[in-house]
């Protein structure tokens, strides 16, 4: 697998070449699932059904068992994980902290985040 290099704010960059950076196998998945969890639902124009619902299951109503499932299923639709072997998360007022423990065709991951509510 493939994927073009983002940075840590998630913005593509360029190689020392100028040309877009490329990430390859175990570090594109990482990359990718930390991508695809970022992706809100309803902020995407042309796939607003699709996306994590962290306003409605962390901020508006804390339901961290519903957050937890559409994780799951959003992190198993990434290219290249084969699953999803554990799964914690808590919020500390206005901050959600997870870690999501993953099964790729390259081996296991963990991806670690920290999302503040906006």
Same mark, same amino acid.
Request: hydrophobic share 40%; no cysteine.
């Given at each position: 697998m493939i994927s073009i290099r983002a940075d840590e704010r998630r913005d593509i960059g360029l190689a020392a070449?100028?040309? &877009? @950076?490329l990430v390859e196998g175990l570090e @594109?998945?990482?990359q990718n699932c &930390?991508? @695809?969890m970022s992706a809100q639902r309803g902020e995407m124009v042309l796939a607003a059904d699709e996306?994590?619902?962290t306003r409605a299951t962390v901020w508006d109503k804390y339901r961290p068992a519903i957050f937890e499932a559409a994780a799951r299923?959003? &992190?198993e639709a990434v290219e290249g994980v084969t699953g999803v072997t554990g799964f914690q998360m808590n919020?500390?007022?206005n901050t959600l902290h997870y870690t999501a423990r993953i099964r790729t065709q390259y081996g296991e991951i963990a991806v670690i985040n920290r999302t503040s509510e906006t």
């Open positions: 070449d100028g040309r &877009l @950076a @594109a998945v990482t &930390l991508t @695809a996306g994590v619902p299923r959003t &992190l919020r500390d007022e």
